[in-house]
Every structure is written in C-alpha cells, then in structure tokens.
C-alpha cells in the first residue's frame, strides 16, 4: 500500500466531508460571555413530529448541540485543510502578558510519524512557515 496515495485520498475525501452540511440542521452560534467578540459554535438540529398515542401530532422544537467541527462547520470559512487553521487565540494569548517567544527546538521527522529521508524532507514544509513558539514566562 502506497501511503502517499492513501493520505492524498484520505485528504480528498476529508475535503469534501467538511464542505458538505449536516442534513436538518443549521449552525447558529452564541456570544461568549467573558468575550463579546467569540461566537461559539451550536448545531440546531430540526427534529420531527411526534405522533402521540391518540393521533395527535406534537411539534418537537430543535435541539442544540455544542458543533466541534470547528471552522469547517463554517459556511463562511473557505479554509485549505494542507494549509491549518488560522492562529485565532494568536492575539488573545499575547494579550495575556504571561508567554514569550523563544527558538523552540528543531522539527524532527518522527514528529509528524516519518522515518525515511523522503518523509523527512517533506515534513519540514510544515504548512509553508515557520510558527512562533510560545513559553510560559513563569518557567
């Protein structure tokens, strides 16, 4: 088994598992409470008609559900799953005044699973940029 193709396959077919909405249900989100700007994702999900013993039909309300899908549960969101998520708590975590940037250590091959040489050059692309490292300046 090729696990090239297996991983271009698997990342086809995870593209087009995100772009697609879940059936009888809508993304609605929620303002966050420590931060007004947040929205937290929901998934209302419309239920059916109950039909009671006596013939009578009772409409069910939605449910809402806490979405985990992240942004690609986003209708707006047009992101590249090779590329990563945007570093959205970037600003927030700075913000804080409690980490750092330090050098951080060198990207290994066994991080991302890969032994060979080949493997190995291909990790190093790391999503086309090097990401800032940030410590704890307590430590």
Do not use: C
Request: neutral net charge; aromatic residues 8%.
């Amino acid at each position: 088994m090729n696990s090239e193709k297996s991983n271009g396959a698997d990342s086809q077919n995870f593209v087009h598992s995100v772009e697609k909405p879940l059936p009888n249900s809508l993304r609605v989100y929620a303002k966050g409470k420590l931060y007004p700007d947040i929205r937290v994702p929901f998934r209302e999900i419309s239920l059916a008609p109950t039909k009671s013993m006596n013939g009578e039909i009772e409409v069910n309300d939605p449910v809402r559900v806490y979405d985990t899908s992240g942004p690609w549960g986003d209708p707006d969101f047009h992101g590249d799953v090779t590329q990563g998520l945007p570093p959205l708590r970037a600003k927030w975590i700075r913000g804080r005044g409690d980490v750092e940037e330090y050098e951080g250590r060198k990207v290994q091959p066994i991080d991302d699973g890969y032994l060979s040489v080949a493997h190995a050059e291909h990790s190093t692309k790391r999503n086309g940029s090097k990401k800032d490292e940030l410590t704890s300046k307590l430590s």
